[in-house]
């Protein structure tokens, strides 16, 4: 029985200039996240802009996978253990928030296009027959007086 054998979409970072607070042996055992391709867009920016960010940051390597734009994505994070942990948390943090994002989104569009097929409202058309108008002259009423105001003086 074959595997389906996954096409290499994307690969996102660069893992073949290292700085110089990282060590080659954190290379050997990377923290692997998998999640939907395009979560990575939308928690590292367009084209991963702000992978380089997150690795200064956090003092990791990421090296994203992606294999198509609709289907899954593996992030390798690459450094110490405790840092890899912190890094993983904040991705799947971001996931939930960015899940969260669509489906709100998407609701307000169903809400807004549920809005857009209701039956169009009957509009009647206008009276040709015009109702007369009062019009008052100017000056004829008099202004209102204002009201006067009592005031109770305190008896002492």
């Not at 690969?11 to 923290?31: I, M």
């Not at 928690?43 to 992606?66: A, D, K, M």
């Not at 991705?91 to 569009?109: A, D």
Request: aromatic fraction near 8%; hydrophobic fraction near 35%; include cysteine.
């Amino acid at each position: 029985m074959d595997t389906p054998k996954r096409e290499l979409f994307q690969v996102l970072g660069n893992v073949t200039k290292l700085p110089n607070w990282f060590h080659c042996d954190f290379l050997k055992s990377p923290k692997a996240v998998h999640l939907e391709a395009w979560l990575v867009e939308a928690i590292f920016g367009p084209g991963g802009e702000h992978i380089l960010h997150v690795e200064c940051v956090s003092h990791t390597l990421l090296h994203v996978n992606r294999w198509d734009h609709d289907g899954k994505a593996e992030i390798l994070i690459c450094g110490r253990p405790y840092f890899q942990k912190d890094v993983s948390k904040l991705i799947m943090n971001l996931t939930n928030y960015h899940r969260k994002l669509r489906v709100q989104s998407s609701e307000k569009t169903q809400v807004h296009e549920a809005g857009m097929q209701r039956s169009p409202i009957e509009v009647r058309e206008a009276s040709t027959h015009q109702s007369p108008v009062e019009v008052s002259e100017a000056g004829t009423q008099r202004p209102r007086e204002p009201a006067e105001w009592h005031v109770p003086m305190p008896s002492y």
